[in-house]
C-alpha cells in the first residue's frame, strides 16, 4: 500500500545519501506536506514526491513496480526522474518515454569562494533563453525554493546556472545557460567550475550523453546512469 507523508517523522526512511532522496528532502524543506500541489508518498521504505503531476522516486529492495506503476498512472503523472534499476523496472510497465541520463559528479580541485548569488528572474533572463520551459511555474517554484534556503542561482551576466539543493553533502546543479553571443568562449563551463570548486561535499550534474564531454572537461566524471521518464 502507498500512503501519503503528513508528517517529517515519515521521512525517516528516507535514505540520507542519493540523488533521488535529496531531491525529495529538498522539495519538502521547500514545500512541507500542507500544499495540494506539491506531495509526498511512502511504499514501505521506497519514497516518491510530486510537484503538480512530476514525480521523483527513491526505491528501496522490495518495491512493487506493477503498484508503483497503477499509483502513477492514477495521480496523473507527467513526467518522472528515477534510478536506472527503478526505471528499468517501471519500462515495460508504464506508458512514458524513457530517457536514460548520466549523473556526473566534480572531481577537480576544491578552491575559491562561491560568486555572488542572483535573483531567479535575473537567471531566468539567461536560462529562459536556452530551456524551453514556461516562466511562471518555473519562476514560483525557483523562487520558492530561494526563499526557503533551498536552492540559490548564479549568473556573471553571460552565463546562469542553478543550485537545485544542497543537503546532507550532495549538492545538484542544474540547468546551466549561456546567452547565444557567449557560446563557445568558455564563459558557461568557468562558471561551473567556479561554483562546483566553492560548493561542499560532493557536487552533481545530470545530464544526457551529448553533454557529457562539456561536463568532464569541468572537471566531472560519469558516476551513474538515471532515467527521465515522460508520459505519453
Not at 521521512?11 to 506531495?39: M, V
Not at 546551466?176 to 570548486?197: C, D
Amino acid at each position: 500500500m502507498i500512503e501519503r507523508i503528513y508528517s517529517p517523522e515519515q521521512l525517516e526512511l528516507l535514505p540520507q545519501s542519493g540523488t533521488e532522496a535529496q531531491k525529495i528532502r529538498a522539495l519538502f524543506n521547500a514545500y512541507g506536506c500542507g500544499y495540494d500541489f506539491c506531495r509526498f508518498f511512502r511504499h514501505g521504505g521506497t519514497y516518491l514526491a510530486a510537484l503538480d503531476g512530476s514525480f521523483v522516486i527513491a526505491e528501496q529492495p522490495g518495491a512493487d513496480a506493477e503498484e508503483i506503476t497503477e499509483f502513477l498512472r492514477m495521480h496523473g503523472f507527467t513526467d518522472m526522474f528515477c534510478s536506472e534499476k527503478m526505471g528499468e523496472l517501471l519500462r515495460p510497465l508504464l506508458p512514458a518515454e524513457f530517457t536514460q541520463v548520466q549523473l556526473m559528479v566534480y572531481d577537480g580541485a576544491k578552491q575559491g569562494e562561491l560568486p555572488q548569488e542572483c535573483s531567479p528572474s535575473e537567471a531566468w533572463s539567461i536560462i529562459g533563453s536556452r530551456f524551453d520551459i514556461p516562466f511562471e511555474p518555473w519562476y514560483l517554484d525557483m523562487s520558492h525554493r530561494v526563499r526557503h534556503g533551498v536552492a540559490r542561482c548564479f549568473s556573471d551576466g553571460r552565463a546562469a546556472l542553478v543550485v537545485q539543493h544542497d543537503i546532507n553533502g550532495e549538492a545538484l546543479i542544474s540547468q546551466v545557460s549561456v546567452l547565444r553571443e557567449f557560446e563557445r568562449q568558455g564563459i558557461a563551463g568557468a562558471l561551473v567550475r567556479q561554483v562546483s570548486a566553492a560548493l561542499p561535499g560532493e557536487v552533481q550534474i545530470v545530464c544526457e550523453e551529448p553533454l557529457c564531454g562539456f561536463y568532464e572537461k569541468c572537471g566531472y566524471f560519469r558516476k551513474s546512469k538515471k532515467y527521465v521518464a515522460a508520459a505519453r
